[in-house]
């Protein structure tokens, strides 16, 4: 009897043993899968890691890259239980040939590796078509109008709001985004600059602002303000300021694109010495009239005195 006990004690040791050794390591393996999203700055590199019996959710991936089956570089290390995983890596070369393989270290310190695969990545003109679109546009803050469009009227000293609009194509993220904005003669800079109603970022457009990374599929605004400029420094009539800006990335060359803003100016140059058509007496230009009229009425109610102006001019109309 204590021989079969002793029997069963060991078999039933022996198979959780053997049922252990199965849900750590079993039959796992890991496999490299073909790079995806293929520039000429970034990758995606996937792979596939096999466990057999479930255990635990302790298994860290990575991958192992570079120019040689040497690599030279590792990604992060992932944790995971098992399945597909990827990850991006950006930093390339243009027209470079890349070595990849997967690694995965089961939860018992197991280490397995994937098979060594390649790609190249692209030449410098991959993006030439496009990765992104801009769009700038403009609104007249000083008007109260607050439609933005990419033409719009304005006086001396309204201050302006322009907008330019970053959005990324291809479904590819771009970097490394840098934004100049020229401003022509007569509009001048007032600051409030902003990435996607941020205010904390710092700079001049007129000299250049770096915007780093937009993702894939993201849309990115940058704003800011400028005033135009004095009336003496305008012809009278309409004057057309045409407001550039040019972004640049590295998977692109330049985009640009522009907003208008015709400037009114009704004032004349040298009013002190040229007729206007008024007797530069401060009491009988009927421009002054209204004015003095609306100053005389606001004085009259405030003070109480309108009460006996209007006793005072009933009489005079009895008279």
């Known amino acids: 009897m204590?021989?079969?006990?002793?029997?069963?004690?060991?078999?039933?040791?022996?198979?959780?043993?053997?049922?252990a050794d199965a849900q750590l390591v079993g039959n796992s393996s890991v496999q490299t899968n073909s790079a995806t999203n293929i520039s000429n700055y970034q990758a995606t590199l996937q792979g596939n890691l096999s466990i057999p019996y479930y255990s635990s959710s302790s298994n860290y991936v990575w991958f192992q890259w570079g120019?040689?089956?040497?690599?030279?570089?590792?990604?992060?290390?992932?944790?995971?239980s098992s399945g597909l995983f990827s990850q991006n890596i950006t930093g390339l070369n243009t027209n470079t040939l890349y070595h990849f393989r997967a690694v995965a270290q089961i939860n018992n310190g197991s280490i397995y590796y994937g098979q060594?695969?390649?790609?190249?990545?692209?030449?410098?003109?991959?993006?030439?078509?496009g990765s992104f679109i801009i769009n700038k546009k403009v609104v007249n803050l000083s008007s109260g109008n607050q439609n933005?469009?990419?033409?719009?009227?304005?006086?001396?000293?309204?201050v302006l709001s322009f907008a330019v609009i970053i959005q990324t194509t291809n479904n590819q993220e771009i970097h490394n985004v840098f934004l100049h904005d020229i401003l022509p003669q007569n509009l001048i800079y007032k600051g409030n600059l902003m990435i996607n109603?941020?205010?904390?970022?710092?700079?001049?457009?007129?000299?250049?602002?770096?915007?780093?990374?937009?993702p894939a599929g993201q849309t990115t605004i940058v704003s800011y303000q400028a005033q135009v400029a004095g009336s003496q420094n305008f012809?009278?009539?309409?004057?057309?300021?045409?407001?550039?800006?040019t972004v640049t990335s590295n998977e692109t060359g330049s985009q640009t694109d522009s907003a208008t803003v015709f400037v009114n100016n009704s004032s004349t140059a040298g009013a002190t010495s040229i007729s206007t058509g008024l007797t530069n007496?401060?009491?009988?230009?009927?421009?002054?009239?209204?004015?003095?009229?609306?100053?005389?009425?606001?004085?009259?109610?405030?003070?109480?005195?309108?009460?006996?102006?209007?006793?005072?001019?009933?009489?005079?109309?009895?008279k």
């Open 235 to 245: 012809n009278y009539g309409s004057t057309t300021l045409t407001n550039m800006v």
């Open 197 to 214: 109603s941020t205010l904390s970022y710092s700079g001049d457009p007129t000299y250049g602002v770096t915007i780093g990374t937009i």
């Open 148 to 158: 933005w469009s990419e033409f719009i009227s304005a006086r001396p000293n309204d």
């Open 67 to 80: 120019t040689t089956n040497s690599y030279g570089n590792e990604t992060n290390h992932q944790l995971m």
């Open 281 to 318: 007496n401060f009491f009988t230009d009927s421009f002054f009239l209204p004015l003095m009229i609306i100053l005389l009425s606001a004085w009259l109610y405030f003070s109480g005195r309108i009460y006996k102006f209007s006793d005072w001019l009933k009489l005079k109309i009895k």
């Open 2 to 19: 204590k021989k079969t006990i002793l029997t069963l004690v060991i078999a039933v040791l022996a198979f959780s043993a053997i049922t």
């Open 116 to 129: 060594d695969m390649t790609f190249y990545s692209s030449s410098s003109n991959y993006y030439n078509n």
